[in-house]
């Protein structure tokens, strides 16, 4: 497969099946991505996969605490609100997720389970949570985006599906005591990866994109 087709068949992946990938395959996945570029070779990262058991007992104490209705405090800044274009984009792809699933705008209650799954890692048989020193900001946050990248393309190249998600950088604290991360390296965003549930009305959602135009100026 091609990296134009995997770019064009990939997408964002939000019910899985139970079968995990194999151990070997994830070594080599992982191990292809130290490959990926950061600033000045800083190489960042810091990444926590987790599976198995783990993962289902981080689950549960992650779905226990966001169904309380803590106030989120993650360690970098989310609460960038969109606007203009962006805020457009941001409540179409929401439509597109809720349309493909059934869900009326005004159903909140559905809506809200929709969210929840978020925590409850959209049932993949693994999670992995990008961390990285927290002193570093913006500069880290651009290198570990890149290696993110990196990963779902190398995943995808293995027939392994996955979901980007901001959600899972948003309640840190257990994550952090659970897997024994230091304070100063902060969890940016997280990705739960594994094997699409094609059956899923959620992974029947599809976004669109930007005209070129709109993207990219080419200047000569």
């Known amino acids: 497969m091609s ?81 203009g274009i962006h805020r457009e984009r941001q ?3 929401a439509a597109a997720l809720y349309n493909a699933m059934g869900i009326e705008r005004e159903d909140k209650m559905k809506r809200n389970m929709a969210m929840l799954r978020n925590w409850a890692f959209f049932d993949a048989p693994h999670v992995a949570f990008f961390t990285m ?11 570990v985006g890149i290696y993110a990248q990196t990963l779902t393309l190398l995943l995808k190249e293995r027939g392994i599906d996955s979901c980007m998600q901001g959600a899972l950088g948003q309640f840190p604290q257990p994550v952090k005591e659970f897997l024994n991360i ?6 940016l965003f997280g990705m739960s990866f594994g094997y699409a549930d094609d059956s899923a009305d959620a992974n029947k959602c599809r976004t669109d994109r930007a005209d070129l135009d709109d993207a990219v100026a080419f200047i000569s």
């Open 3 to 83: 990296l134009t087709d995997i770019l064009n068949s990939r997408y964002s992946v939000r019910a899985f099946k139970q079968d995990a990938v194999d151990p070997a395959v994830l070594q080599e996945v992982f191990t292809a991505a130290q490959k990926s570029p950061s600033n000045c070779n800083v190489q960042p990262w810091k990444t926590y996969v987790v599976s198995g058991a783990k993962k289902d007992e981080l689950k549960n104490q992650l779905v226990s605490v966001v169904m309380k209705q803590q106030t989120p405090e993650p360690e970098f800044n989310w609460k960038v609100a969109y606007q």
């Open 91 to 93: 409540f179409g792809s």
């Open 133 to 143: 020193d927290k002193y570093l900001d913006i500069m880290g946050a651009v290198d």
């Open 182 to 187: 230091p304070d100063e390296k902060g969890i």
